[in-house]
């Protein structure tokens, strides 16, 4: 197996013991364990930066693991994937908000972290083509209607078209994550500045982004969240 740094955060021993184990036994060696956030954070600061980084939600310290994450995403772009006891639908938006590569349930099997790992290189990997296309391309979203992502500018019949503030977030949102589902309290996260915001206002913002783009393909996706439906040029 290729050579990846793998970090750890978990301050429960007998939890960590187990993953160092599964880790080795499927073939990872460059295994580096933290019992709190400010450990990591340290070390990435002084130059290590892994490959990919197992974060407990709920450890001890003065950081949990999202506020460590959110610090860590601020000196290196490498995906994140978090373990947690809890899986209500606070703590996975919470989780989403921060980063899109992974969770994982505690109590967990060798197998499903496995899994967890393998979808996490796979989803970033995608995610880094998809934005070394997004510096090259534009985007039609429908028709004779396209997005120039060096400028962020929508042009309808070569004609440019304003957006309002929050319809312009949403918009480059999903583009960023274009054909793939967009949580909404990610959406709303980045609209609003908040985990939680009301349906209705988020409804809101893609109906009158719908009505101002006539022809784009918005979906939502049940309770999940919202798909842009588009293609690169």
Known sequence: MESKKIMVVEDEMLTMLFITETLEDYGYEDILEYASGQEIINTIKQGTIPDLVLMDINIK??????????????????PIVFMSAY???????????VSLYGFISKPFNERELYIALEIAWKNFYQQNIQEKRLIKK???LYDECFYEVETHNIYLFDK??????NQQILLETLIKNLNSIVDKGLLSYNIWGIKEESSSAL??????????????????????GYLLKASFL
């Open 61 to 78: 310290g003065s950081k949990d693991g999202i506020q460590t994450a959110t610090e860590i995403l601020q000196f290196c772009n490498i």
């Open 87 to 97: 899986n209500d639908t606070r703590t996975i938006r919470e989780v989403l908000a």
């Open 138 to 140: 534009k985007i039609k």
């Open 160 to 165: 440019p078209i304003s957006l309002s503030h």
């Open 203 to 224: 409804r809101t913002v893609v109906y009158l982004l719908r009505k101002k783009l006539k022809g784009i393909q918005i979906s939502s996706q049940s309770k999940h």
